[in-house]
């Protein structure tokens, strides 16, 4: 299975596709959430990631973490499209006896290098691989993605202040900043904000981008280290649900699965993307 040559545009549009009819045909949610993030995962594994799908264990690889591991259909597409698995395998997702479980799974499947689903625990884990590398003087990166509603975590800020402190300048936290949690908005949940100056006063390089800007996501996650002897934290303004009109910007979607005329209409625009 080699990687096709297509923009990573195109990897955006296909993630959300399949992230659309595998939750569909398997019954599963968090749509809204694996919308939000197709533009980062696309950049990631299409521009960033130092990765060789046909050997997904290769020692000098990139590290890749989906925190918010409950968008896991997100990187499954990715990982499918860009060689790691057959794109058929996707039909499975969500079904009885699949290892292509609804939160991300490491087990069986190539790429993955670690199984979320309980949220506040992937920075922690991006940690300790950044701080090895670091010990034993390897080079590969470490890239960890989390959902905003998972900030609200204290074991993140743990994290971060010991990334900050240990100098993990080969880390990097990119949030997905869509401002909607399970069920209500982040600001009405527990504000985040001032989030940047944060993150900052606790030794972290900071870039806030459109998560959406493609041209912007491979500027800011190709300049890693940001700063000598700190991690990088790239806070991306994210729409959730983004590519599907009625699935954008609300909390409804975070749990609802698209059915019937929802799929078709879904389906109906993100064809009509770029």
């Given at each position: 299975?080699?990687?096709?040559?297509?923009?990573?545009?195109?990897?955006?549009?296909?993630?959300?596709?399949?992230?659309?009819?595998?939750?569909?045909?398997?019954?599963?949610?968090?749509?809204?959430?694996?919308?939000?993030?197709?533009?980062?995962?696309?950049?990631?594994?299409?521009?960033?990631?130092?990765?060789?799908?046909?050997?997904?264990?290769?020692?000098?690889?990139?590290?890749?973490?989906?925190?918010?591991?409950?968008?896991?259909?997100?990187?499954?597409?990715?990982?499918?499209?860009?060689?790691?698995?057959?794109?058929?395998?996707?039909?499975?997702?969500?079904?009885?006896?699949?290892?292509?479980?609804?939160?991300?799974?490491?087990?069986?499947?190539?790429?993955?290098?670690?199984?979320?689903g309980s949220l506040g625990h992937g920075l922690s884990v991006g940690c300790g691989m950044a701080y090895a590398a670091k010990?034993?003087?390897?080079?590969?990166?470490?890239?960890?993605?989390?959902?905003?509603?998972?900030?609200?975590?204290?074991?993140?800020?743990?994290?971060?202040?010991?990334?900050?402190?240990?100098?993990?300048?080969?880390?990097?936290?990119?949030?997905d900043y869509n401002k909607i949690q399970s069920l209500d908005r982040v600001s009405r949940t527990l504000a985040l904000e001032?989030?940047?100056?944060?993150?900052?006063?606790?030794?972290?390089?900071?870039?806030?981008?459109?998560?959406?800007?493609?041209?912007?996501?491979?500027?800011?996650?190709?300049?890693?280290?940001?700063?000598?002897?700190?991690?990088?934290?790239?806070?991306?303004?994210?729409?959730?649900?983004?590519?599907?009109?009625?699935?954008?910007?609300?909390?409804?979607?975070?749990?609802?699965?698209?059915?019937?005329?929802?799929?078709?209409?879904?389906?109906?625009?993100?064809?009509?993307?770029?």
């Open positions: 299975m080699g990687r096709e040559q297509i923009s990573t545009q195109e990897l955006a549009r296909r993630i959300r596709r399949h992230a659309v009819e595998m939750t569909s045909r398997g019954g599963s949610s968090h749509v809204g959430a694996v919308l939000s993030l197709a533009d980062i995962v696309a950049v990631l594994y299409g521009r960033v990631l130092r990765v060789r799908p046909d050997e997904p264990r290769w020692p000098g690889r990139d590290r890749f973490i989906l925190s918010k591991g409950h968008a896991g259909a997100g990187v499954y597409a990715a990982l499918a499209e860009t060689g790691f698995f057959p794109v058929e395998k996707l039909r499975t997702h969500y079904q009885d006896g699949s290892d292509l479980s609804g939160h991300v799974s490491h087990k069986g499947i190539p790429g993955v290098e670690l199984s979320t010990l034993d003087g390897k080079p590969h990166r470490v890239f960890v993605l989390l959902s905003d509603g998972e900030c609200d975590e204290g074991s993140n800020w743990e994290a971060i202040l010991f990334a900050g402190h240990h100098k993990l300048d080969n880390l990097v936290a990119i949030i001032p989030f940047a100056e944060k993150w900052q006063a606790f030794g972290w390089a900071v870039r806030e981008i459109d998560g959406h800007d493609h041209a912007a996501l491979e500027a800011a996650l190709t300049e890693i280290p940001v700063e000598a002897d700190k991690p990088t934290c790239v806070i991306a303004h994210t729409v959730k649900g983004k590519g599907v009109s009625f699935m954008e910007n609300t909390v409804l979607w975070h749990y609802r699965t698209a059915k019937g005329d929802e799929l078709e209409a879904a389906l109906r625009e993100l064809e009509g993307q770029p």
